[in-house]
Structure formats: C-alpha cells, structure tokens
C-alpha cells in the first residue's frame, strides 16, 4: 500500500561523494519522520540520519559533517548526500519512513536497500 523506492547506490572512491534518493508512495496522508539506516556486512543496521516533517535534522556521530540529509516534501522524498566518502561508509542503505495512511493508520515503511561501495 505504501512503498518506498531507492537509488543511488554505486561504487565510488574513497574522498568521493554520491546522492542517495528514496520516494514514497501509495496510499499516503502524510510523511512525518524519514531516515537512511545503513547495514555493513555482519553488523547490525544503524540509524545514519533522520529528518522530521519539519525539517529538523540528526546525525550519527560517524558521518556528521560529510553527510547531510534532506527532503521534498511535495514528493514525498528524502535524499542524503555522502560526502568524504571513507572505505568503512561501505553498505547496503536503506530509506525508512513513518506514514500516515488515509484510513489514519501509522505505518513504518522501508526501502529495499541500495548497496554504496567505496574502494580503490
């Protein structure tokens, strides 16, 4: 009913930088939080960044200053641009949104995964 698509993904090198985007739809009210986790091989999957419907950011302390993550709120779309990129950024990233749906439902929704690579 509600679903959240991503791309961006590639290989890149270290230094380099690269946009990620996830746009949402479907059966959609409203978009309160977005966000971007990342998940490394093995690991768990962490949050990377969030933003609010109102515009208010947070970052994880690894990627603060060479990240920075927006939206549109008219698309529906939340974006993140990874800058500086380091090896360790290496990771399937995933989108994620809170929605609220017609029927008043909240929903979590995920993207399915877009996989950044940086490496020489």
């Known amino acids: 009913q509600v679903q959240l698509v991503e791309s961006g993904g590639g290989l890149v090198q270290p230094g380099g930088s690269l946009r990620l985007s996830c746009a949402a739809s479907g059966s959609i009210f409203s978009v309160t939080d977005m966000g971007w986790y990342r998940q490394r091989s093995g690991r768990e999957r962490d949050l990377v960044a969030v933003?609010?419907?109102?515009?208010?950011?947070n970052y994880a302390d690894s990627v603060k200053g060479r990240f920075a993550i927006s939206r549109d709120n008219s698309e529906n779309t939340v974006y993140l641009h990874l800058n500086s990129l380091k090896p360790e950024d290496t990771a399937v990233y995933y989108c994620?949104?809170?929605?609220?749906?017609?029927?008043?439902?909240?929903?979590?929704?995920w993207g399915q995964g877009t996989l950044v690579t940086v490496s020489s």
């Open positions: 994620n949104a809170d929605v609220i749906d017609h029927t008043g439902g909240y929903l979590e929704v």
């Open positions: 933003i609010t419907s109102g515009g208010s950011t």
